[in-house]
């Protein structure tokens, strides 16, 4: 018999397996799980700590999406015609405009963000969509006739502007 021939008979006993088994059992649990995490234990102001940072931010993102006002601004008329300069930089500056309704308006976007969600702006109650072009003020005419709150957005519905239309007060 060679020593290869006596190596794969010990092998294929069953009580080799076993005593493998029983070592690997008896030296650290290798191969179970108890499907518990261990505990770590952290002072109790960096959990309050922790604590109070999430619940500012929980507050930060209320205020920021439900109770900040956007800006509001009056159109200013000049030679019959309301106008008002928007920038476009990381969204429209103002993103409120006040206008009376049955007269024109010039609304002059001067774009200064390169992002591709604001090379266009719509107008859609209005049956208008624009280029802008970044670097340079792109003017839109309309005529408003009826009062109301009317959404722009820009090319891609993330970003948002009203035009808020009030009766003549002629």
């Known amino acids: 018999m060679t020593s290869g021939s006596v190596v794969a008979e010990i092998a294929s006993r069953p009580v080799v397996a076993q005593v493998v088994a029983q070592v690997n059992h008896e030296t650290g649990h290798a191969t179970e799980q108890t499907g518990q995490f261990q505990r770590i234990e952290q002072p109790l102001w960096l959990k309050g700590a922790v604590t109070a940072g999430g619940l500012g931010l929980v507050g930060l993102e209320l205020w920021w999406f439900l109770l900040s006002?956007?800006?509001?601004?009056?159109?200013?008329?000049?030679?019959?015609?309301q106008e008002v300069t928007i920038t476009v930089d990381g969204g429209y500056e103002p993103s409120q405009i006040v206008v009376q309704a049955g007269q024109?308006?010039?609304?002059?976007?001067d774009r200064q963000?390169?992002?591709?969600?604001?090379?266009?702006?719509?107008?859609?109650?209005?049956?208008?969509?624009?280029?802008?072009?970044?670097?340079?003020?792109?003017?839109?005419e309309f005529t408003p006739d009826k009062p109301g709150r009317y959404e722009f957005t820009c090319g891609m519905n993330m970003f948002r502007g009203v035009v808020e239309v009030r009766k003549s007060s002629i």
Do not use: M, W, Y
């Open 104 to 109: 024109p308006v010039r609304l002059n976007f």
């Open 69 to 81: 006002k956007p800006k509001s601004r009056q159109a200013t008329t000049q030679a019959g015609v």
């Open 113 to 140: 963000d390169p992002s591709s969600c604001l090379e266009e702006v719509r107008f859609p109650d209005f049956h208008i969509a624009q280029a802008l072009l970044l670097h340079q003020t792109t003017a839109i």
